[in-house]
């Protein structure tokens, strides 16, 4: 009987574990680039009931010993890299990634970590820079002076130009058109082994192997495109269902311990 509180008091432990992640999902249902997390579960230890050699407990002629589980456990808590919605902004300086590949932002004491999220804007001395005003990881140049938004242009392979005003000897002014550098874009052996720092940004694990440098649209890693930011993952239908199974199979594991402590009762009351 003493199984059966181990067995429900698991089971009850890992879904309240499980419930907490869909919280999470659902609450960043609208952050772009993000990246639900899926729960996973395994079994725990089993013991064998047969204890063979005892004048009680005789072989079974299959030789197969009854067991009793222990419950469940949570083993994992992994990113789902399913890719989000695109959402037109028609802003330039936000750029979705069109298949595998992380943008790279440089943090404070020169650490790296990881995003998908492409809202860029520029910082007081002309480099990208994400929403907490990380740079961004590449061979750039800052912009110009005379340079302007409306200007910008980063391609889909990640090439980045911008194009200003410049008068000719006629007096006419016309637009050059200068080439500022290139975004890097990061892949990974595992990459659903990163682990999330808040913000809308991973950082590489031992799970996820070391980043892997490359440009856009080289080897399996995706295009960029300017104009688009990508939205989140998270399914509310899928989450929703999700919750609702959670939730009744917290309700049957707390139900067991119930009957587990009423039983014990009863058992405790009889009498000779």
Do not use: H
């Not at 992994?78 to 330039?92: D, H």
């Not at 932002?105 to 998908?116: H, L, Q």
Request: aromatic share 8%; no cysteine; glycine share 12%.
């Amino acid at each position: 009987m003493i199984n059966i509180l181990k067995s429900g008091t698991a089971g009850m432990r890992g879904e309240s574990l499980k419930i907490d992640n869909i919280s999470n999902n659902v609450s960043n249902v609208n952050t772009y680039g993000f990246k639900k997390r899926d729960v996973n579960f395994s079994d725990l230890l089993y013991q064998g009931k047969e204890q063979r050699g005892t004048p009680v407990a005789q072989e079974t002629t299959t030789g197969l010993m009854p067991q009793t589980g222990r419950g469940s456990q949570v083993t994992g808590n992994s990113l789902n890299l399913k890719s989000g919605s695109f959402v037109e902004t028609n802003r330039s300086l936000d750029v979705a990634i069109e298949g595998d590949g992380f943008f790279g932002v440089e943090r404070e004491e020169g650490a790296i970590a990881y995003t998908r999220e492409g809202a860029f804007s520029l910082d007081e001395e002309g480099f990208l820079v994400n929403s907490r005003g990380y740079r961004l990881m590449g061979e750039l140049n800052p912009l110009p002076p005379e340079g302007g938004l409306e200007g910008i242009e980063i391609n889909s392979r990640g090439e980045v130009f911008v194009e200003f005003p410049q008068e000719n000897q006629e007096g006419e002014d016309n637009r050059e058109r200068v080439l500022l550098g290139r975004l890097d874009l990061f892949t990974f052996d595992n990459p659903a082994g990163l682990a999330s720092l808040g913000g809308n940004l991973l950082e590489a694990t031992e799970a996820s192997g070391e980043a892997l440098p490359g440009n856009p649209e080289e080897g399996d890693l995706g295009s960029l495109r300017q104009g688009f930011l990508e939205g989140s993952n998270v399914n509310l239908m899928e989450e929703m269902s999700q919750l609702i199974l959670s939730q009744r199979y917290f309700q049957l594991n707390s139900r067991s311990l119930r009957y587990a402590d009423e039983m014990w009762a009863m058992a405790n009351q009889m009498k000779r």
